[in-house]
């Protein structure tokens, strides 16, 4: 038996020492064990590639106080964009 027992990813994956956590989520959708499926494109996921570059947190925002009129008048985001 492994050290270590993945739920999600691969039992040969983890076989070289690796676990339920994921550095991408293209690793994730790589490494899935037999019988789950993940398309990448369809994770609503962020990825950084420059941590230097600030952020504006609106959806953050939103999804925590769900403020319409907040997100228009302080982030500036057209009403339109809104759905």
């Given at each position: 038996p492994l050290a270590m027992q993945p739920q999600v990813r691969?039992?040969?994956v983890a076989l070289s020492g690796h676990g339920d956590r994921f550095g991408s989520v293209?690793?994730?959708c790589a490494t899935l064990?037999?019988?789950l499926y993940l398309d990448?494109?369809?994770v609503p996921v962020f990825e950084l590639l420059d941590s230097a570059v600030p952020l504006n947190a609106f959806l953050l925002d939103f999804f925590k106080h769900g403020q319409?009129?907040?997100l228009v008048?302080?982030?500036r985001v057209r009403r339109d964009?809104?759905?």
């Open positions: 691969s039992a040969f293209r690793e994730l064990r037999a019988g990448s494109q369809i319409l009129d907040a008048r302080y982030n964009a809104l759905w």
